[in-house]
């Protein structure tokens, strides 16, 4: 094997017959800056400028064959090859929360011509991606890390002048995009990407998570126009809407397939081992040890691969990792450390603080299905879960946006099966205009004595995500929590909202039961278990720590710090807190090593979290590509010197020999898979949009609110259809040739349920029919008071919250109620000595006033008191 390391600066890569080009010196014009340099920009420049647009390649299923692989269909409409991507081969090693990951991409053409495969895939969000390579027969060709113009201007110098070569970039943190250019008929190119990762530790087990597909986004805004290579146009919302990928369509293939290996060392006997999305194959060469197989080495890549284990003992105990560092350019010596510190336990809270809780439910074409009848089931669930005191809004997003209650209300009877019958009625239909269920869900309360807490459920299929998350931060007296339903979430949105909320998240799958989540979610909604954090380090060397502002702690999961420090030390420092309201204190030993160890990833994890905080500091510029300069510069430096893609940096490794010399290479995208669960005519609308192929560069009818580079064989027609779930019209009017495939008809979705702002009930509905006093009792009773007001009208003798005929209840009255106590004494009203304040009263009643109770009008609610 002949293998290069292209990442010295004197590597040098013939990119022309006769002459060398020095990678590094194309990569940093910075640093060269004479005539010479000048003269080759411009001539970039115009190789550019001059380079002959390419038309897109079309896929397309075979004729013969009802499901298969998708073929390569030349502009003359001829069959001309499959599906470049091949194969993707996983390989893993895990040692304690630390995972080492390689993917390695498998591309080959069997076409009559060169081919360029561009494919776009994701990759965890909080993955430091530090190095890739490609391989061409028995040569392996290492990348150089660069910024990303540069990396790009070298690609296409590459492609244009006949030579193999990869680029990567990073269009988000989860989402990568590959191109391959100049792939020789019948031969193989493989690329191999290596990243780094934390595992996730929550509720008492270890989880790794590997995303295998990226799901179709929705381009929100004004379309600004769309480029060759995308079946949605660039708007003023999101002008790179090249990150949502074209989707195989029902009844083919994309072509490619997946499998996994993954090595644990635990460290410590493990147990409880297990996947809860695909079917794997265990190995346990010791208690401590274990390999994981996927079962089927051809599994279709449609969903997270999810892999869970625990460890011996109830918890984990607090850590520290270091890794000492010699001093470079960008750094003084010393080293890298993270520290993992395990939350306390909770304790009994004699009061619960009320909470003003705001659900909000993703109702958008992506949600069709499964995923919005698991969404409607955790938010039902989650009713349940109200506690006495606490008021509720439920909003519902798609197109637009629809509120519930016109103000937060208390969790009577009535308005939880207002709410239950408002989720009834929903289905997945229209885009994800999610920015207008953000900004109503945390636009500030009149309420000022309860903590507005917003629970987002969502797939998260939306391609302004960096904005949303930015439109969060805007919010600092609101806690937000994210759901994310599904199979292949959007783990980046739903995880930053979370932490730019000061929440916590949570993927609910398709297999996994709402009311468990639904408890979770409550438990945790109910307070952090540590607040107010700060760490006293006791004078130990250490600096830039992050994150800078500490996150609460919630239960069952731990909270995570890493920093650089300038001299090796050994002490304790101080976890200092508030919990339950109370002051907590908690001392750790540390020991920040000056000898080399097993840690050498932590210098990528600090400079990724450096990032990640840089990122955080300007979401909405990077949504926009104008970045605050000084924030851009810094990514920019942290990613060469650490060698770790960014928005900003990219590999890009070139493959020395000139292999064509006439023609251009053919472009081919790369389709995905539908996630599993995922509805592909809710998506699409009822005519699945149109698919189009381009026999001709140019623009594309604005009709064609949904084109893609993937068709099925069919006779063509002068028919157009239009995606009521993602992308939007394309911009300019058609001035070249276009045609489209029609599709078979499929019954449209039903039309978005009107506002619920002010519901009402059909008279004709046996709960119309109810008594007014009926009527007075689901509107002010809590659910559970009322099962035990019905329990005792029945005159059973197991009401369990009876005693002696008397409820202990709560009473929430109307502010400026004077007199109101004299009346509750007149209805047999015994308030007690405790929780009583203000607004509300604390007592026993006999539980057949209850109804007397309820005709009062300075009574708002009514609940079981709270203990």
């Keep these: 094997m002949n293998a290069r390391n292209s990442r ?49 390649t079309v896929l397309a299923a075979p004729q013969s064959q009802s499901s298969g692989s998708l073929e390569i269909i030349a502009k003359d409409g001829k069959v001309t090859g499959a599906c470049p991507l091949k194969h993707t081969d996983v390989r893993g090693a895990i040692s304690g929360f630390l995972g080492r990951v390689t993917v390695t991409q498998i591309f080959e053409n069997d076409a009559a011509n060169p081919i360029e495969a561009v494919y776009r895939f994701p990759l965890p969000q909080n993955a430091a991606v530090n190095d890739m390579t490609i ?23 590459a492609k244009a002048t006949g030579h193999i070569a990869a ?142 284990y625990s460890v011996a003992g109830e918890h984990i105990a607090d850590a520290v990792l270091s890794q000492p560092a010699p001093a470079t350019a960008w750094a003084r010596p010393g080293g890298y450390f993270t520290l993992i510190v395990q939350p306390p336990a909770r304790v009994p809270e004699s009061d619960i603080t009320p909470k003003e809780l705001v659900f909000v439910l993703d109702t958008s074409g992506s949600m069709s299905g499964f995923p919005i009848e698991k969404g409607k089931e955790l938010i039902s669930r989650a009713l349940d ?51 207008k269920a953000i900004r109503a869900a945390l636009e500030p309360s009149d309420s000022q004595d309860h903590l507005r807490v917003v629970c987002f459920v969502t797939d998260g299929y939306v391609g302004n995500d960096m904005e949303i998350i930015g439109e969060v931060q805007k919010h600092p007296n609101a806690r937000v929590f994210a759901f994310g339903i599904g199979t292949a979430v959007n783990r980046f949105l739903i995880e930053g909202m979370a932490r730019a909320g000061r929440g ?23 307070a952090p278990l540590l607040t107010d954090i700060s760490i006293d380090w006791h004078g130990m060397p250490v600096t830039d720590v992050f994150p800078q502002r500490l996150p609460d702690l919630f239960e069952g999961k731990p909270l995570v710090v890493t920093g650089r420090y300038t001299a090796p030390a050994t002490g304790s420092i101080r976890l200092k807190g508030k919990r339950a309201g109370e002051v907590f204190v908690r001392d750790i030993p540390v020991s920040l090593s000056a000898s080399s160890g097993q840690n050498g990833v932590l210098p990528a994890f600090w400079a990724r979290r450096r ?24 990514i920019t430096q942290l990613g060469l010197n650490y060698g770790l893609m960014t928005q900003f940096t990219s590999f890009v490794a070139v493959e020395d020999r000139v292999l064509t010399k006439d ?31 381009r026999a001709q560069s140019g623009a594309v009818s604005s009709s064609l609110a949904t084109s893609t580079a993937v068709r099925t064989k069919s006779t063509p027609s002068k028919h157009s259809g239009y995606g009521a779930g993602i992308g939007g019209g394309a911009g300019g009017a ?105 607004s509300n009263f604390v007592g026993k009643l006999p539980v057949e006033k209850l109804s007397s109770l309820a005709q009062m009008a300075e009574v708002k609610f009514v609940s079981l008191a709270r203990k």
């Excluded at 022309?16 to 411009?42: L, Q, T």
């Excluded at 799958?509 to 909604?525: F, I, P, T, V």
């Excluded at 995905?672 to 698919?691: D, S």
């Design 734 to 838: 058609a001035s070249q040739e276009v045609v489209v495939i029609p599709r078979v008809a499929v019954p449209a979705p039903p039309p978005p349920p009107p506002s619920a702002i002010g519901v009402s009930i059909d008279e004709s509905e046996p709960q119309a029919k109810l008594s007014r006093e009926r009527k007075e009792l689901e509107a002010k009773l809590q659910p559970a008071l009322l099962q035990t007001f019905d329990c005792a009208a029945k005159q059973r003798h197991d009401c369990k919250l009876l005693h002696d005929g008397n409820v202990e209840i709560e009473v929430w009255i109307a502010k400026d109620s004077a007199g109101v106590i004299e009346k509750l004494r007149g209805l047999g009203f015994e308030p007690s000595n405790h929780h009583s304040a203000g």
């Design 385 to 435: 879960e109200l506690y006495p005191g606490d008021t509720f809004n439920l909003i519902t997003f798609s197109g637009d946006t629809h509120i519930l209650f016109p103000e937060p209300a208390f969790p009577t009877a009535e308005n939880v099966r207002l709410a239950k019958n408002l989720l009834e009625g929903r289905r997945g239909y229209g885009g994800t205009e999610m920015m």
């Design 135 to 157: 391989q061409v027969g028995d040569r392996t060709i290492r990348s150089v890390i660069t910024k990303r113009e540069e990396a790009r201007a070298i690609y296409e110098q």
């Design 504 to 526: 916590d998240s949570e993927v609910v799958s398709l297999n996994d039961k709402a009311e468990e989540a639904a408890h979770r979610l409550y438990e945790r909604l109910r």
């Design 663 to 693: 023609g251009k290479p053919q472009r081919v995208e790369v389709p995905v898979e539908m996630p599993e669960g995922v509805n592909y005519e809710g998506v699409f609308g009822g005519e699945q949009g149109a698919f189009v192929f």
């Design 611 to 634: 990032i990640d905080d840089l990122m955080s500091q300007d979401w909405s510029g990077a949504q926009s590509g104008n970045m605050k300069p000084d924030v851009e510069k810094e």
């Design 167 to 308: 680029l990567l970039d990073q269009e988000r943190l989860n989402i990568f995009s590959q191109a391959i250019a100049n792939i020789m008929p019948g031969e193989q190119v493989s690329v191999t990407i290596s990243y780094s990762e934390t595992l996730q530790y929550s509720d008492g087990a270890y989880e790794f998570v590997f995303p295998m597909v990226v799901g179709p986004r929705y381009i929100p805004g004004q379309p600004t126009g769309r480029q060759a290579d995308r079946w949605s146009p660039d708007t003023d919302q999101v002008p790179d809407s090249r990150i949502t990928p074209h989707v195989a369509i029902p009844g083919t293939r994309a072509g490619h397939d997946i499998s996994l290996e993954l090595a644990i060392d635990a460290g410590v006997p493990m147990h409880a081992l297990r996947s809860t999305s695909h079917q794997i194959d265990i190995e346990r060469p010791s208690a401590s040890a274990a390999t994981i197989k996927l079962r089927n080495e051809n599994e279709i890549p449609n969903k997270d691969f999810i892999l869970k």
């Design 8 to 56: 010295s600066a004197g590597q040098r890569l013939q990119l022309c017959s006769g002459s060398n080009f020095n990678v590094r010196d194309a990569a940093m014009p910075s640093y060269r800056r004479g005539p010479v340099w000048f003269v080759f920009c411009w001539f970039l420049f115009a190789l550019t400028l001059l380079a002959p647009f390419q038309p897109e």
